[in-house]
């Protein structure tokens, strides 16, 4: 939480920063949302960090976290989390149309889904989905299960700031610490780089959100 409330303040809270390096400690490792925006403060704080950087087409990433959020076993697994958070306090309302027939959209498109999306906190909605690149996958999703085509540009505008985020990751981090990790690669290059031996199993992929159907 605390790594959330750093990231929807833009880097204006010193305390928060504090709490969020603190959650690392006793860890050799963190990925996903809100980490991935914080590897400046974490280089900062522990100058010999290691960072892999997984590397995809801007065009393949978008859809593949477009099925991601349509997976079923994802949705139901992030609604047992967040009913805990929000007791039912309602659906999340997204900008779908008119402030009047928002909330009755999003209610249909559950209902298309068979499942109810729950809010969250407002630190970790700007740190979901990477609504801080611009994007809207959530509301893409509800939108495509009423039948309405997403307006384009926020898919450019999307696209466009996950290239720079991939583009600043390699201009801050030292070459040295860094890997430029495609997963087709396997076990090897991963291994070397963490000085770690290659594991005797196959390395893990399933496509399980579908990219490539």
């Known amino acids: ?15 928060a920063l504090d709490d969020c390096l603190d959650t690392f400690h006793g ?37 593949s976290y477009l099925n991601y959020l349509a997976t079923p076993e994802d949705l139901e697994h ?3 989390q967040e009913s805990q958070e929000s007791q039912g306090l309602g659906l999340l309302q997204m900008n779908v ?25 407002e630190a970790e909605q700007k740190c979901y989905a990477c609504k ?10 509800l939108l495509m299960a009423l039948g309405v085509v997403p307006d384009p540009a926020i898919k450019r505008r999307c696209l466009a700031n996950y290239q720079r985020h991939v583009d600043r990751v390699q201009e801050v981090i030292p070459k040295a610490q860094l890997l430029v990790f495609n997963f087709s690669d396997g076990w090897g290059p991963l291994a070397e780089f963490l000085g770690k031996p290659v594991p005797d199993i196959p390395f893990p992929f399933v496509d399980k959100y579908h990219v490539h159907d």
Not at 1 to 15: I, M, T
Not at 98 to 112: C, I, V, Y
Not at 132 to 141: D, L, M, P, V
């Open 27 to 63: 860890y050799q490792a963190a990925m996903d949302e809100p980490f991935h925006l914080l590897y400046e403060e974490v280089l900062h704080d522990n100058p010999n960090a290691k960072f892999v950087l997984p590397i995809s087409t801007p065009e393949h990433w978008y859809q």
């Open 132 to 141: 801080n690149w611009g994007c809207e996958f959530t509301q893409e999703r």
């Open 78 to 80: 992030k609604e047992s």
């Open 1 to 15: 939480k605390a790594c959330s409330e750093y990231v929807a303040a833009c880097g204006n809270n010193a305390s």
């Open 97 to 121: 149309g008119s402030k009047s027939n928002a909330s009755s959209q999003t209610q249909e498109a559950s209902r298309l889904s068979g499942r109810a999306l729950l809010p969250k906190s």
